[in-house]
């Protein structure tokens, strides 16, 4: 079973930078989300695209998928504090779903 | 979208009893739910896919018997963590997986275990 890749492990930034995190995986998916977790504590849906999606856009997030690569990246534009968390790639194939070991992300303020 | 409820949020045992967490769906049927465990600043890792009406299939390493889980209805999932000892201290998450893709990524706000 298949489970995302993703870097770095950790990123810090200050307020206002732009904090890219990238996702790679091995095989075929449906789509690809991101989440975000504060602390250990619930998930919360940021985006999901497609397999068949080059990109989206969802308020300061964008994400990209590039299948031929088996790649995804984050990005997370104008960075506040509020963005401390963890964020996790997640792949969707034939409900099966898998996890990337996160990044861990730190903006400074 | 798919509502998902969680429950307890946070539990602590004594050493050698068993736990049950509950997974709802509230608001549409799931005939398929996910258990998930994550250990601190891990990532979360599949336990067990749960299927309503029949047995669930675990992950490799997962203890089938030791991670009792039940899908007896298309809102209800239970994973009943049997004989607790102190390693099996962790975050538990569920999620649901409906009919189309809308209410197919919806996840619990999961449950703290602690063993003592």
């Known amino acids: 079973s298949q489970q995302g890749e993703e870097d770095p492990q950790a990123l810090s930034i200050q307020e206002g930078e732009n904090a890219t995190m990238n996702c790679s995986y091995k095989?075929?998916?449906?789509?690809l989300q991101w989440y975000r977790q504060n602390s250990g504590r619930g998930l919360v849906h940021l985006i999901l695209i497609r397999s068949n999606e080059r990109e989206k856009h969802s308020g300061r997030l964008r994400v990209t998928l590039d299948t031929s690569k088996k790649s995804s990246s984050l990005l997370i534009t104008a960075s506040r504090a509020a963005d401390t968390a963890s964020y996790f790639c997640v792949l969707y194939n034939n409900n099966d779903m898998r996890f990337g070991a996160g990044t861990r992300l730190t903006v400074k303020p | 979208g798919a509502v998902v409820s969680q429950h307890p949020s946070w539990v602590i045992c004594k050493s050698g009893t068993s736990v049950k967490i509950e997974c709802r769906s509230l608001?549409?049927?799931?005939?398929?739910m996910f258990w998930y465990r994550q250990f601190p600043k891990q990532s979360l890792m599949l336990m067990a896919t749960?299927?309503?009406?029949?047995?669930?299939?675990?992950e490799q390493g997962v203890e089938k018997d030791k991670f009792l889980i039940n899908h007896a209805s298309l809102t209800l999932s239970t994973l009943t963590v049997t004989s607790a000892h102190p390693e099996d201290s962790s975050f538990y998450i569920c999620s649901v997986v409906g009919h189309g893709e809308p209410y197919g990524y919806t996840f619990g706000s999961g449950t703290r275990l602690t063993v003592v």
């Open positions: 095989t075929s998916i449906n789509n």
């Open positions: 749960s299927n309503e009406g029949s047995k669930a299939t675990y």
């Open positions: 608001d549409f049927q799931a005939t398929t």
